[in-house]
């Protein structure tokens, strides 16, 4: 089973400050990788995708991705209350298609 | 321009009784996904359709059984419900972009079985 590990957290950061978060992956094959937002209750809503190395910015996102060290980053800048919530890291797998989750990164951005 | 559509947004089952979720999407993609979300055990594939006509397995297939009716729709059922499969179901469909394929979610069933 390839695995996507993420800290469970809570990850809690003041406002306007830079929330950091982090995923590993165990298969080096994959080729595409996700960050999505989950509101507690709703479904999961992409936020970034990033498909080579180096950084993706988009807004106050930034997503980094290091295949060598398998490892996927995403920073939010100016973190408002309204980004709390849980962050999910997902993988490509062995289709190509489907996608490996982490169980997710809960943030909480106090006021 | 709906997206991802499901049905039922939730349901209570007695063991043993059986049901079917519906999935639909309007957004013309190929690939479309059952996923289960359980408490600390995060988002698991449970069947998946690359393209209409296709089906194959995920990682927790056992109890389920899927139909692609046609491009846009894809159940997933549920022959004889069991207490643990108790979760919030969703559905997903992708295009495919040639650098990956972007998964896009429906709202999600919640399913209680008694």
């Known amino acids: 089973q390839k695995e996507v590990e993420q800290n469970s957290g809570p990850l809690s950061v003041p406002e306007g400050a830079i929330a950091s978060l982090n995923c590993t992956y165990s298969?080096?094959?994959?080729?595409?990788f996700f960050w999505y937002r989950q509101y507690s209750g709703k479904s999961p809503e992409l936020i970034m995708s990033?498909?080579?190395?180096g950084d993706k910015e988009d807004g106050r996102f930034t997503a980094q991705l290091n295949k060598a060290s398998q490892y996927v980053s995403l920073l939010i800048r100016d973190s408002q209350p309204s980004d709390s919530a849980t962050y999910l890291c997902?993988?490509?797998?062995?289709?190509?298609?489907?996608?490996?989750f982490g169980k997710g990164t809960s943030l909480l951005v106090t006021p | 321009n709906a997206g991802v559509t499901q049905t039922p947004k939730f349901q209570v089952l007695k063991t043993g009784q059986s049901m079917t979720l519906q999935c639909a999407q309007d957004?013309?993609?190929?690939?479309m996904y059952w996923y289960r979300q359980d408490p600390g055990m995060g988002l698991r594939l449970i069947y998946y359709?690359?393209?209409?006509?296709?089906?194959d397995k995920g990682e927790v297939p056992n109890g389920y059984n899927v139909s692609r009716l046609n491009k846009r729709e894809f159940s997933l059922r549920l022959e004889s419900a069991a207490p643990s499969q108790t979760s919030v179901y969703f559905c997903?469909?992708?295009?495919?972009?040639?650098?990956?394929?972007?998964?896009?979610f429906g709202p999600g069933t919640r399913l209680l079985v008694l």
């Open positions: 997903a469909s992708s295009g495919w972009s040639g650098t990956g394929a972007t998964q896009y």
């Open positions: 957004m013309n993609h190929n690939s």
């Open positions: 359709s690359a393209s209409e006509g296709t089906t």
């Open positions: 298969d080096r094959g994959s080729q595409s």
């Open positions: 997902a993988v490509t797998g062995n289709s190509g298609y489907a996608l490996n």
């Open positions: 990033i498909y080579s190395n």
